[in-house]
């Protein structure tokens, strides 16, 4: 079956792990849901803000100037997303010139889940932190970001495809959230660890994934049949209605 839309990682992250009729629910709003917003800029800069080199040595830092400029540039067409992408983007600018991590590029490549689709947990790069690799995942989104079901989801894809490779299998996986203040608006960085005693098996995952996917099919076609009652209702179903 041809998919329409796919599920975005994030989407499908917060839905795998649900019991079966809360899995149809939550994958109704997410069919419903048009967003007006991308982070897509914030996240092709995270190898520039954190200075991810082609090795480890010492090279002169990116810019924040540099950093700004390509957020703006990526901004044009949509200028509402200005802001929230820079804001973002000079927080965890801050945060790793601050800290004593290196970053070094890598490809982890995306994981191929069935039907055409892909996801992928990981930057383009892995940083050193006290001599062990570390892997960080970004959720920008201010709501509707990571639960802590998603969190253990994202954290066992992770695993799976990651330290199965033997110059990681010691790496530490983290995922950073961005909780906005009530008080002023402001964001601030809020890591999580991976936990190993949450982590799920590689079967159960995979049937999560599958399960979720055939649900999401399921109400694709529903919008598909409700289109076409609609159409026939008011009469535009073609020459024969």
């Avoid at 007006?36 to 080199?53: D, E, H, M, N, T």
């Avoid at 890598?106 to 006290?130: M, T």
Wanted: charged content about 30%.
């Amino acid at each position: 079956m041809k998919i329409n839309r796919l599920l975005l990682e994030t989407d499908l992250a917060r839905t795998a792990l649900l019991p079966k009729d809360e899995k149809r629910i939550q994958l109704r709003r997410v069919r419903d849901f048009i967003p007006k917003f991308s982070w897509g800029p914030f996240k092709r800069c995270l190898p520039g803000i954190f200075q991810a080199r082609k090795s480890l040595l010492d090279l002169p830092p990116v810019a924040w100037s540099d950093i700004e400029a390509a957020i703006q540039s990526m901004c044009r067409k949509h200028p509402n997303w200005l802001e929230g992408n820079l804001q973002l983007a000079r927080l965890v600018f801050d945060y790793v010139s601050r800290s004593e991590m290196k970053a070094r590029e890598w490809s982890f490549g995306p994981l191929p889940v069935g039907h055409g689709a892909v996801v992928k947990f990981w930057p383009e790069f892995y940083c050193v932190e006290e001599d062990q690799p570390l892997i960080i995942f970004a959720d920008p989104r201010r709501g509707h970001g990571l639960t802590s079901l998603a969190r253990k989801f994202v954290f066992s894809t992770m695993h799976h495809h990651i330290a199965a490779r033997s110059d990681f299998d010691g790496a530490c996986f983290k995922i950073a959230v961005f909780p906005v203040s009530y008080e002023d608006g402001s964001r601030k960085i809020r890591l999580h660890e991976m936990n190993e005693s949450d982590l799920i098996d590689l079967d159960e995952l995979t049937f999560a994934i599958q399960e979720t996917y055939q649900l999401w099919f399921e109400i694709l076609e529903e919008r598909e049949r409700d289109a076409r009652r609609a159409s026939r209702g008011t009469g535009t179903g073609g020459l024969f209605g």
